[in-house]
């Protein structure tokens, strides 16, 4: 059986005409399948319609969370309730088209377990999102021991395998794009035009990205942390050589009376240095502590 997920919030607008483009292309496989909409705290009529669905659909399963937990939660709540053994998550705005899910499946039965969906054209995207993202993959890839492959995002196949290594990962503040890579396992790359959201409004704003980007760094990479001991080694060296200038300066040429403007500047550069040290330090701490909580990832208020 395939299971699709497909995480939801606020998108009552395309849910309908996604559901019967996703539903020609699964009829079309000649395979048993179950779509799994995860209804992400949504505010709109996005549940009433996938209540509507679901009496036309009995393949169809809908997991309502209590609250918005965010794209990584409600995708890891439909990844703890696919059944099939192998799973597709797909975002339900159309720039991850459905007819892919035919492709996936051929490249799974050649024996992959893991099928990655490349956008080769990001046009659809503004100039600022697309050279954010390259410079992100850019700058995580070259800090962390894990390579996330660059223009891919969770649309995907990842077999049964693949998805019960991905539940040992227990993991509170998840980077799925991270944790799917880690696993590892047998994977083929299938490349695609990226399209234009069919209706509304993406809820991911600059602040979100950049929160991503660091949940990214800080859970596949300690770099931020370690490079700090060679700033502090760095500064140190030159402050030894400085002083070891202004003694021999002053034993040959006599007594140096420091300037107050340079004292400032030392100190508060020091100090900024310092401040920016602690705030890396506080973003570990701060996810230690998150996950010392061991609060779960979601809450399931009804399954349909």
């Known amino acids: 059986m395939i299971s699709v997920i497909c995480p939801c919030y606020n998108e009552g607008k395309n849910l309908e005409q996604f559901y019967k483009s996703l539903k020609k ?99 659809s995207d503004t100039i600022f999102k697309s050279l954010s993202a390259k410079l992100f993959y850019k700058f995580h890839n070259k800090i962390s021991d894990i390579n996330v492959p660059e223009d891919v995002g969770d649309y995907r196949l990842i077999s049964r395998e693949v998805l019960n290594a991905i539940k040992l990962l227990p993991e509170n503040q998840r980077f799925m794009k991270g944790i799917f890579s880690w696993v590892g396992f ?37 770099v931020p942390l370690r490079v700090w001991t060679y ?30 403007a340079s004292l400032i500047v030392v100190i508060l550069f020091l100090g900024g240095i310092q401040l920016i040290g602690i705030g890396v330090l506080g973003e570990y701490i701060g996810r230690i502590y998150l996950e010392s909580k061991n609060r779960p990832v979601y809450i399931i208020e009804s399954e349909l």
Do not use: C, M
């Not at 779509?35 to 996938?50: P, T």
């Not at 600059?206 to 800080?218: D, G, H």
């Open 25 to 123: 292309v699964l009829i079309e496989t000649n395979k048993s399948y179950e779509i799994l909409f995860i209804n992400d705290g949504s505010s709109d009529e996005s549940l009433n319609i996938l209540k509507k669905l679901k009496l036309e659909n009995s393949s169809i399963r809908i997991i309502n969370l209590s609250r918005n937990f965010g794209k990584e939660a409600a995708l890891t709540a439909g990844l703890d309730k696919a059944l099939g053994e192998a799973i597709i998550p797909i975002d339900v705005d159309f720039q991850d088209p459905p007819y892919l899910i035919t492709k996936f499946i051929q490249k799974w039965e050649e024996g992959y377990s893991v099928v990655l969906a490349k956008r080769i054209d990001r046009s």
């Open 186 to 222: 047998k994977t083929t790359t299938i490349e695609y035009k990226r399209e234009s959201r069919h209706a509304g409004k993406s809820t991911f704003n600059v602040w979100k990205l950049w929160n991503l980007a660091l949940e990214a760094i800080t859970s596949f990479s300690t």
């Open 231 to 260: 700033i502090g080694f760095f500064i140190s060296f030159l402050s030894l050589s400085y002083g070891l200038f202004i003694i021999t300066r002053t034993l040959i040429f006599g007594i140096d009376v420091p300037g107050y």
